[in-house]
């Protein structure tokens, strides 16, 4: 029997910016014993009005910079893969037009990328599920219900991309799907997305998933006039992979990481995270 991993823990991280949420899950991983951290829950505030995603882009800039030399896809790539940002700009406000443009360009989507896109993408599986109402689209139905209705069960506004029929497999290794369903929570406030992950990969996908999520939460926060308020992540296992903790090319993601943080949350000696970490009991 092969021995698993070694995780470190439960991890809580708060923040009101997607890089700087994912700099303290990185960097805990870089200061700890061990490649994965389980459970991790990470949530995000800081959106404006228009749901625009707050990033600090000297960490952004370092982590594509080092996928790109990795021959890694590119955190904006991984995004799309759950909301299609460029094509909603191209449809200028008009989400059936949105709708629209994404079925017609799966195709070719999936021609891109055979090997990781041939069992789907997120973005399709909630638009396009095989199944259900709205002829599978659930953030249609989602957004149908929402409209004009009060008092609307709380347990409706979510939407699957697991399906056993199609994702119970034996392959040893499987790249799609991670993600195993979104909800969605309206309050007085603004929207709350969240999401849950059975895995998540921490250096090659975490950001671009993080981005991807905020982004699908600011679509449907404008289709039901309101802001996004906080975006919510829960992990099982969030594992760091592909890159070893003492490469040298990481070596500038990581002072970037850093820098980002007040040096009095940071021990003189080590550089652990530690006022602005949570960690919670198992």
Not at 12 to 28: G, N, T
Not at 158 to 164: T, W
Not at 182 to 206: C, D, H, M, R, W
């Amino acid at each position: 029997m092969s021995k698993l991993p070694h995780s470190i823990g439960p991890l809580l991280v708060d923040e009101p910016d997607i890089s700087r949420a994912w700099a303290k899950a990185v960097l805990h991983v870089i200061d700890h014993a061990g490649p994965e951290i389980s459970p991790l829950i990470l949530s995000v505030t800081g959106f404006d009005e228009r749901g625009a995603v707050p990033e600090t882009p000297a960490i952004r800039e370092a982590l594509d910079t080092l996928l790109s030399a990795k021959r890694m896809r590119s955190v904006d790539d991984v995004a799309f893969t759950i909301f299609p940002q460029r094509l909603w700009q191209v449809a200028q406000g008009d989400r059936a037009a949105l709708f629209r443009y994404y079925k017609d360009a799966f195709p070719r989507y999936q021609a891109m990328n055979q090997r990781d896109n041939r069992r789907g993408l997120y973005f399709e599986r909630m638009t396009g599920y095989g199944r259900g109402p709205c002829d599978g689209n659930q953030l249609e139905w989602i957004l149908s219900q929402f409209e004009g209705r009060e008092g609307v069960r709380r347990s409706m506004f979510q939407a699957s991309v697991f399906d056993p029929a199609r994702d119970h497999v034996a392959d040893a290794q499987l790249q799609f799907p991670c993600l195993q369903h979104v909800s969605f929570e309206p309050t007085k406030q603004g929207l709350v997305i969240n999401a849950f992950y059975a895995t998540q990969q921490l250096f090659v996908k975490a950001y671009g998933n993080y981005l991807g999520i905020a982004q699908l939460g600011a679509f449907m926060a404008h289709e039901m006039k309101t802001k996004l308020l906080r975006m919510n992540v829960v992990v099982g296992v969030a594992k760091f992979e592909r890159i070893s903790k003492s490469d040298p090319d990481l070596q500038p993601l990581i002072a970037a990481a850093r820098a980002s943080f007040p040096l009095k949350h940071q021990e003189a000696d080590t550089g652990d995270v530690l006022a602005t970490d949570v960690e919670i009991a198992a």
